[in-house]
């Protein structure tokens, strides 16, 4: 919730002198006492900020207090120019009222920093942007550069305005500021050559001096010792808390942002350091045979480093210090100077110099921030102007200053005081009048046309013949005498004759803020402003550009020998228009004050204040305020601004504006006696009064801006609402479509699920009912198979018996030998001969079928073996069979034989060419041709001989040579006889009688034994006209050795050489063959 304070708020003392209780002086000046010991050194009184000056910082300028300020209502916060500032920035901006900040007080009140805390403030709050921020920074910045040169120490103030300042700061429509226009009133240019003790002259000479380079310094012809130049004064040169070299740096670096060009700068310099120049030139009297004595220059060194630096030709500007032309009627009449008129040429020329090098300045600055568009601009004008003062020696500047001070009390005057009683009056409002100073009456005294005393300084001035200051003085005397703010020991008034307080040549004027005392010396000339022609002609003549410029009237081309305005009908004359000016803006008042006159924080000397308060009018001021009504307005604007807080009244009032803002008051129930209504305007007594319509209009706005933001967001609302509706709508079509979809689905799914398992569980029932019924068929059909069996048993037990047993009997032996032949089926072994293998039997009484068909496999295997033979190889088989048949288990070099093939030609007989003839001498097919060792009878040897045997005979034949050695027919061949052993030794016998039985019979040796004997055997057989051959197996047989038998023993051992079969003859009957033992 925002925090809602007020003036009232924690308040110390009275914030708002008008609710002070009760009301007196001494009450008054207790209350600014009381916060200014508190470090409140503003106080209200209404609208208008008194300003206690504090002489110390205090923390209540920072950005955070400027926020605080910013868009308060006046009376909101505690009293603070800031307020006051807002309150005219606003107004300005939102009401189109063209402002000015009027702020007043003596010298070393505070006026300058006051109105540069609302300068700040108002360029703080305003618009932002570079173009705006720059002119701000002009805008501020042209300050600095002013007060160097148009400030300067007094006794009242170490940084006292000797010159009036007035600018207007122009903004556009939006508040944003556009430039600013200065005017600047009667720089006290006498400073320049003299100052009163304890003070200084201008700043920007003590600022040059200390703060710029040396090179610069050089450059200027200027040394850094302050004593060394007479127009400084050396009292108080150093001032403490300023800082001359640093502001020196802070005036270059304005000087820049404001817009000066390095070259304008420089001019200023060189300009400043001619014045300073200017000052050290001195004259000696020389005389002249006229008896006169004429000026001459003393040292012209300082004249010619000022020639120098203006660009002046150095005897030029001589002989215009020690001459004086005086042009009349067309004749030029050139006197001599003495040396006080050569002093008084000098110092005017300096005064002159330094004044227009400040007006140039003031026109170069406005030439920066002068508004660039010529749109319509509103205009907040800030008044600093320099205080009513009073010295000790009051000359013709402090008369000038005053009166400007006295003319703006009469504005204040004018507008507060009495224009707020007339104001009253005119709008037929009851009211008593209250006394106040109305200080027109000295205004008139200096101001009047016909009498006033500006008016008769012109006339003494103008007028023909020898014015001096006394003269001056005497009219004053005679004139003025009668008025009673004037004051003279001369006047006719007499009751001054005896007044030693007021010099003869002096006058004194009671002025609004007291009497003051002027001396007359000095008036007439200060008035006059002369510059000797001879001067301004040499400065025009200057080689430098500023210069020239700043001496327009020195240009030979326009003499004029009208005399100029006076300085006095100059100022009345910008003063008059200023106050016309301030006459068509909105005022807003600082009335400055200043606590004491040590420049002290924290001393409050209450005469001090009580005579400021007193001259200021500040009592006047609360009571007329208190009298009367805080606030006023017409009623069209009134009614405008408040029509929203009555039901009547908004948004429409329809009848005259005075009816509605009656209603509106009575509507509000404000107290009647807060309230007057005036002809045209309404009259609201209490600041609180104004306060609640304001927050409540306040409230109001914020209700209609909710009204119109609910309005507006309803309305947006509602089209976003609409489109949402809208979108909604097609969503919730599709999202419906979408949902019903999903949903026909899943019931359909789901009904599927149910169909499904309905059926399944149907389908199980009638499965159930069919099994059981089927159950129920087979029970009945077992039951009746039972019962009928049953039956038959019962009726066939008789028979059944006898022949169960055989019946059971074969159904087993049935299953047994079913069981058994099934089993033989999957263990059948190999269809190979050899394979022995043959499953277990598993009965007992199935041994012989068990062995029959073992049998039968075996046959039925060896045919199908047998079945797969060529005829050759039968007939090898029949061979082997016939061989088994012969030796099998007879000789036991028959087992070695089984596996040799019986190829029958081992030499190759047909091939070879050696047996050629061997082979053609057998008539049929060989059988069998092999070598084997033929025993000698006599000792038992072998000898290699071929053995051929076809079916007709067997051949005997030289292994080498193939010759035949014996040739034996078949039929002659009896028997043979072979061993039991493993020899190969046979024995071939012949048939008795026959023709090869002449040589004896053969003892062969062959280890291919078996094939032999078997072939010769089966030749026999094969032929059916011979006798089969008669093989005899034994180991001991009779060989028929032509006539001897011989006995061949076989017997068993071992031969003496290696393990062959050994033959030996043992005697003629005995021939042993020894085979080595198996
Ligand atoms: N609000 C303030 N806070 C702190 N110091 C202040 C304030 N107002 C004034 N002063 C001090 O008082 C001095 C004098 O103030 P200022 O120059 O504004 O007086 P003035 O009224 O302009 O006098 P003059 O008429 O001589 O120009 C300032 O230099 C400053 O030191
Ligand atoms: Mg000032």
């Given at each position: 919730m925002e925090v809602k304070t007020s003036l009232l708020d924690n308040m110390i003392g009275v914030g708002d002198m008008v609710l002070i209780e009760p009301l007196s002086e001494d009450t008054f000046i207790e209350n600014l006492k009381k916060r200014f010991d508190h470090n409140e050194i503003y106080t209200y009184i209404g609208s208008v900020v008194i300003s206690m000056n504090p002489y110390k910082s205090l923390p209540i300028y920072t950005a955070e207090k400027v926020e605080e300020y910013?868009?308060?209502?006046?009376y909101e916060l505690s009293p603070h120019i800031y307020a006051l500032a807002d309150e005219a920035y606003r107004s300005l901006r939102d009401q189109d009222k063209d402002q000015c900040i009027l702020i007043t007080g003596e010298s070393g009140a505070g006026?300058?920093?006051?109105?540069?805390?609302?300068?700040?403030?108002?360029?703080?709050?305003?618009?932002?942007?570079?173009?705006?921020?720059?002119?701000?920074?002009?805008?501020?910045?042209?300050?600095?550069?002013?007060?160097?040169?148009?400030?300067?120490?007094?006794?009242?103030?170490?940084?006292?305005?000797?010159?009036?300042?007035?600018?207007?700061?122009?903004?556009?429509?939006?508040?944003?500021?556009?430039?600013?226009?200065?005017?600047?009133?009667?720089?006290?240019?006498?400073?320049?050559?003299?100052?009163?003790?304890g003070e200084r002259n201008f700043h920007i000479f003590y600022q040059l001096l200390s703060g710029a380079s040396d090179d610069t310094l050089k450059k200027l012809k200027l040394d850094r010792d302050f004593s060394k130049y007479n127009y400084l004064s050396l009292d108080s040169a150093t001032v403490n808390g300023l800082d001359d070299a640093a502001s020196f740096r802070t005036v270059r670096n304005a000087m820049q942002i404001v817009g000066f060009m390095e070259d304008e700068v420089q001019s200023v310099l060189e300009l400043v350091a001619a014045v300073l120049k200017l000052g050290n030139i001195e004259f000696k009297p020389e005389s002249r045979c006229n008896g006169f004595d004429e000026s001459r220059i003393k040292d012209k060194n300082d004249l010619k480093e000022m020639c120098e630096l203006l660009g002046i030709e150095q005897s030029v500007l001589e002989r215009a210090f020690s001459f004086r032309t005086v042009e009349a009627k067309m004749e030029k009449v050139s006197t001599t100077l003495n040396v006080a008129q050569a002093y008084y040429a000098r110092d005017a020329l300096a005064k002159n110099l330094y004044s227009r090098l400040f007006s140039w300045l003031v026109n170069r600055i406005n030439e920066s921030i002068k508004a660039q568009t010529k749109t319509s601009k509103k205009v907040m004008g800030v008044l600093d102007i320099y205080g009513f003062e009073i010295f000790e020696d009051n000359s013709f500047e402090q008369f000038i200053i005053n009166y400007c001070n006295e003319k703006l009390q009469q504005i204040f005057i004018e507008l507060t005081l009495r224009e707020e009683q007339e104001e009253y009056v005119r709008e037929g409002i009851e009211w008593t009048n209250i006394e106040y100073f109305n200080n027109a009456i000295i205004c008139d005294l200096i101001e009047n046309n016909k009498n006033g005393i500006l008016a008769m300084l012109d006339e003494e001035c103008l007028r023909p013949g020898t014015v001096t200051d006394e003269t001056f003085l005497d009219k004053l005397n005679t004139v003025c005498a009668e008025h009673q703010h004037f004051e003279s020991r001369q006047s006719k008034n007499s009751k001054f004759l005896t007044d030693h307080s007021l010099p003869h040549n002096c006058f004194r004027i009671q002025h609004y803020a007291g009497k003051v005392l002027y001396r007359v010396e000095g008036f007439v000339d200060k008035n006059n402003d002369l510059l000797y022609r001879d001067l301004s002609q040499a400065m025009y003549k200057a080689n430098h550009s500023l210069i020239k410029i700043l001496f327009p009237e020195g240009n030979p081309a326009k003499v004029n020998l009208k005399r100029p305005p006076t300085a006095g009908f100059q100022f009345r004359a910008s003063v008059g228009t200023l106050m016309k000016n301030l006459l068509t803006k909105n005022p807003n008042y600082i009335r400055c004050v200043k606590p004491n006159d040590k420049k002290a924080a924290h001393i409050f000397t209450d005469s001090l204040v009580c005579h400021q308060v007193r001259y200021l009018g500040l009592m006047e001021n609360v009571r007329v305020r208190r009298a009367g009504y805080a606030f006023r307005q017409a009623y069209e604007p009134c009614l405008e601004r408040y029509k929203m807080l009555c039901k009547q009244t908004w948004p429409h009032w329809k009848g005259p504006a005075r009816e509605g803002v009656e209603v509106l008051l009575k509507n509000l129930q404000v107290p009647a006696e807060e309230f007057a209504y005036g002809r045209s305007k309404i009259f609201i007594r209490n600041p609180r009064t104004l306060f609640f319509l304001e927050e409540k209009r306040r409230q109001c706005l914020e209700d209609l801006a909710t009204l119109i933001q609910k309005i507006y967001r309803g309305w947006k609302c509602r089209i976003h609402f609409l489109l949402l509706k809208k979108s909604q709508?097609?969503?919730?079509?599709?999202?419906?479509?979408?949902?019903?979809?999903?949903?026909?689905?899943?019931?359909?799914?789901?009904?599927?699920?149910?169909?499904?398992?309905?059926?399944?569980?149907?389908?199980?029932?009638?499965?159930?009912?069919?099994?059981?019924?089927?159950?129920?068929?087979?029970?009945?059909?077992?039951?009746?198979?039972?019962?009928?069996?049953?039956?038959?048993?019962?009726?066939?037990?008789?028979?059944?018996?006898a022949n169960a047993g055989k019946k059971i009997y074969d159904f087993t032996i049935q299953r047994i030998m079913q069981k058994y032949f099934m089993g033989l089926k999957k263990t059948m072994p190999s269809m190979s001969p050899v394979d022995k293998s043959w499953p277990a039997r598993p009965y007992g009484f199935l041994d012989r079928t068990h062995q029959e068909l073992r049998r039968i496999f075996h046959l039925w295997r060896c045919k199908k073996y047998r079945s797969q033979f060529t005829e050759e190889k039968k007939a090898t088989y029949e061979e082997k069979l016939a061989a088994s048949e012969l030796f099998k288990d007879k000789k036991a070099l028959y087992p070695s034989s089984v596996g040799q093939p019986f190829k029958g030609d081992y030499v190759e007989i047909t091939k070879n060419p050696k047996y050629q003839k061997l082979n053609s001498l057998a008539e049929d097919k060989v059988l069998l041709a092999d070598v084997v060792s033929k025993i000698n009878r006599a000792n038992g040897k072998g000898a290699p001989r071929i053995f051929l045997l076809t079916k007709k005979s067997l051949v005997l034949a030289d292994q080498k040579t193939g010759q035949v050695k014996a040739s034996v027919p078949l039929l002659d061949l009896s028997s043979v006889s072979v061993s039991t052993q493993s020899d190969g030794f046979f024995a071939l016998k012949l048939k008795e009688g026959s023709t090869s039985a002449a040589k004896g019979d053969f003892l062969l040796s062959s280890d291919r034994l078996i094939e032999i004997i078997t072939k010769l055997h089966r030749i026999g057989a094969a032929s059916a006209d011979r006798n089969q051959i008669n093989i005899d197996i034994s180991d001991e047989f009779l060989v028929q050795f032509k006539q001897d038998k011989v006995c061949v023993k076989f017997i068993q051992g071992t031969p003496k050489n290696g393990n062959g079969v050994a033959c030996k003859r043992k005697n003629n009957r005995l021939l042993e063959v020894s085979v080595p033992s198996p």
């Open positions: 910013r868009n308060r209502n006046f006026k300058t920093e006051a109105s540069k805390f609302v300068m700040s403030y108002v360029a703080a709050v305003c618009g932002k942007g570079q173009e705006v921020n720059k002119v701000k920074e002009q805008l501020l910045q042209s300050n600095p550069v002013l007060e160097a040169f148009g400030n300067a120490k007094t006794v009242r103030n170490d940084n006292s305005s000797r010159f009036g300042k007035y600018m207007d700061v122009e903004f556009d429509f939006k508040g944003d500021p556009l430039g600013g226009v200065i005017s600047n009133y009667l720089l006290e240019k006498s400073r320049v050559v003299k100052q009163p003790r709508v097609v969503v919730a079509a599709w999202y419906r479509r979408f949902a019903q979809q999903k949903k026909y689905q899943n019931i359909r799914s789901s009904a599927l699920v149910v169909q499904s398992f309905i059926r399944g569980w149907k389908a199980r029932k009638l499965l159930r009912e069919l099994k059981h019924k089927k159950r129920c068929e087979e029970a009945v059909t077992t039951i009746s198979a039972y019962w009928h069996g049953t039956q038959v048993r019962r009726e066939y037990r008789k028979f059944f018996r």
